[in-house]
């Protein structure tokens, strides 16, 4: 399978949470990230983890790392019609090479 | 501080041709740039990391002969698409580094969408 995997899709109401999971194999990832992507547009840093941290918050994101079963989540607290894009995890290392997850695209309803 | 801009936005292009990408750190330093291709609702496949003077790295599968790069510079590295074909077309995406090791030092373009007719 896929070295980073995210399911495809989500649908949320505006002002609802919305939690985006991703799984990876390679335990030795230093770094963890999230990244979102417009349509039509490169990358914008999100957040990230590093590998010995379990969680993250900054403002409306929460990030959650289960170490053990090489699990990562985003949690976007209030989610906006703004937040609608693809969310994509990454996983990095000492070489600064990023491998990225499947993407999760997002939909916001009003 | 830390934007990476890309030229051209967008191009088309006819099989056979070549067609070059420039990927410009605007106010820093890269030491280290990475190029990616995306293609349609797809994740990013890193082709090659490029570092200022040397030889580029390339990720396995990626023929170097066809996706040439140059880093001749600390603020600017080209991707040259060779003889492009309509399998090319696809999304290039640069990033730039300011460091080796860092979490959040890369920063990413905005992207360049080939279409080869």
Known sequence: GEDVEQSLFLSVRE???????????????????????????????LTYIFSNMDMKQDQR???????????????????????????FCARGGATNKLIFGTGTLLAVQP | G?????????????????????????????TTMFWYRQFPKQSLMLMATSNEGSKATYEQGVE????????????????????AHPEDSSFYICSASVGGGGADEQYFGPGTRLTVT
């Open chain 1, 15 to 45: 002002g609802d949470s919305s939690v985006i999971n991703c799984t990876y194999t390679d335990s030795s990832s230093t770094y963890l990230y999230w990244y979102k992507q417009e349509p039509g547009a490169g990358l914008q840093l």
């Open chain 1, 61 to 87: 994101l929460t990030v959650l790392l289960n170490k053990k079963d090489k699990h990562l989540s985003l949690r976007i607290a209030d989610t906006q019609t703004g937040d609608s894009a693809i969310y």
């Open chain 2, 2 to 30: 830390a934007v990476v801009s890309q030229h051209p936005s967008w191009v088309i292009c006819k099989s056979g041709t070549s067609v070059k990408i420039e990927c410009r750190s605007l106010d820093f330093q890269a």
């Open chain 2, 64 to 83: 170097k002969d066809k996706f040439l790069i140059n880093h001749a510079s600390l603020t600017l590295s080209t991707l040259t698409v060779t003889s």
